[in-house]
């Protein structure tokens, strides 16, 4: 996609953030990798009026954290910048702060294999990264470990990240991340799941490879 498409595509998909309910305010932010840089969403800018000249350009190589745009990019610019550097197949970031993640990783509550479609996100579970202040570089180191292996992570008492191969990719597994959480806490109030083991975990892993489902492992 051209650049400005590219730029268009994240101020769409920071609106249907909050059209789907998984995310609130400009609370969420989101980067798409692009010849060589990342584009990222601004800084504390209304969904509804950005444009998408208003998307920062961050190189991925080079001096670290330079931008250029008319705006700042988003404060956690940091952890979106590190994934990219450290993760060549991740394509798009998505971040969000949504009802039902937020409150496990307020509680510090990993998501382990309580429905098959966990396996969609590389792994048993969907780790919970240790607390760190938001837009700092601790927080970025704990979000890349508890990323390791997996396309999502939840970060304590913050919110939740998904990586994808491309931003629909990322888009659909952000909405998909967040079922399972709802579904999984409302689990916990009727005596909690019975977990699928590793095997069933590795089963659905293998059938997602002919399903279509593999690009959204693509980055895991």
Request: proline share 5%.
């Amino acid at each position: 996609m051209s650049e400005h498409v590219t730029r268009q595509s994240i101020v769409e998909a920071c609106r249907q953030m909050n059209a789907l309910g998984i995310n609130q305010g400009t609370s969420g932010n989101i980067s798409v990798r692009h010849n060589g840089a990342m584009l990222i969403s601004p800084s504390a800018t209304p969904y509804e009026s950005m444009r998408a000249e208003e998307i920062a350009l961050m190189p991925l190589e080079g001096d670290y954290g330079s931008w250029q745009g008319p705006l700042k990019p988003s404060t956690e610019w940091r952890f979106h910048l590190d994934i990219m550097r450290a993760r060549p197949d991740v394509g798009a970031i998505v971040h969000s702060h949504p009802t039902y993640c937020t409150a496990l990783a307020m509680a510090r509550k990993e998501i382990p294999a309580a429905h098959y479609m966990i396996a969609a996100f590389g792994g048993t579970s969907v780790r919970c990264a240790p607390y760190a202040t938001f837009g700092t570089k601790e927080l970025s180191v704990h979000a890349l470990a508890a990323l390791e292996g997996r396309s999502a992570c939840l970060l304590a008492n913050h919110g939740m990240i998904v990586c994808g191969a491309s931003l629909p990719k990322a888009m659909w597994l952000a909405v998909e991340l967040e079922t399972i959480a709802r579904q999984y806490v409302l689990s916990l109030q009727i005596g909690g799941p019975v977990l699928l083991s590793d095997a069933d975990i590795a089963a659905t892993a293998e059938k997602f490879t002919s399903y279509g489902l593999q690009d959204t492992q693509a980055a895991a």
